[in-house]
């Protein structure tokens, strides 16, 4: 049974980010390809430290011109707006920084 990526240590995490990476170019279908990328960034995530997220505006890895202002992290998830008043939560392993504060 395979460990939670909660509990694997770095070089297991890394192993599964390829893993899901080689998964992804190999799917047939979009769901499939979908779903791989997603155990990607989840993997991917906890290899980061959510320290070095704090409150401000990021954009979203593979979501072009989304602009998502992070108000608070959760775990490895960044919870906030989108546009004027959609809530919408995305992992920290999508987020970029583009200015912090306010």
Excluded: C
Excluded at 5 to 16: I, K, N, P, T, V
Excluded at 68 to 74: G, I, T
């Amino acid at each position: 049974m395979k460990k939670l990526y909660s509990q694997m240590s770095r070089d297991e995490l890394e192993s599964e980010m390829l893993e899901n990476l080689e998964a992804a170019a190999r799917a047939e279908f979009q769901s499939q390809k979908e779903l791989f990328e997603r155990k990607y960034y989840t993997a991917k995530a906890y290899t980061l430290n959510p320290a070095d997220f704090p409150p401000g505006i990021y954009a979203v890895e593979g979501q072009p011109g989304t602009l998502f202002q992070l108000k608070y992290l959760n775990g490895i998830m960044g919870w906030g707006t989108v546009g004027a008043e959609a809530e919408a939560s995305f992992l920290i392993s999508m987020l970029t920084p583009v200015s912090h504060g306010g």
